[in-house]
């Protein structure tokens, strides 16, 4: 399994940024998929999730209402739509499969990162 996120960059408090992440080697539309982050010191924590067709959506508490999950299988690819970021946003973003509600199933791959300037 492959897992190749991008779109992360450096932007001020209250701006916006898409994340994608392209997925390969697996039955991509057969799992769940999340968002990840770790901010350096700190342990890596879920962020947002959503089920294998896009029905069913889970959030961190501090992102919901700021954060948006999609998906589009047709293309093997999720998305994290990021509003209002804050400096504590600030971290690397990772994607993977779900292997439980807030589990990830399959290794990290490189991450995209994200920082805002307050």
């Known amino acids: 399994v492959q897992l190749v996120e991008s779109g992360g960059g450096l932007v001020q408090a209250g701006a916006s940024l898409r994340l994608s992440c392209a997925a390969s080697g697996r039955a991509f539309s057969s799992y769940g998929m999340a968002w990840f982050r770790q901010a350096p010191g700190k342990e890596r924590e879920f962020v947002a999730g959503i089920n294998w067709d896009g029905g069913s959506t889970d959030y961190l508490d501090s992102v919901k209402g700021r954060f948006t999950i999609s998906r589009d299988n047709a293309k093997n690819t999720v998305y994290?739509?990021?509003?209002?970021?804050?400096?504590?946003?600030?971290?690397?973003?990772?994607?993977?499969?779900?292997?439980?509600?807030?589990?990830?199933?399959?290794?990290?791959?490189?991450?995209?990162?994200?920082?805002?300037?307050?």
């Open 80 to 118: 994290l739509q990021m509003n209002s970021l804050k400096p504590e946003d600030a971290a690397v973003y990772y994607c993977n499969a779900l292997a439980g509600p807030r589990d990830a199933l399959d290794a990290w791959g490189q991450g995209t990162l994200v920082t805002v300037s307050s």
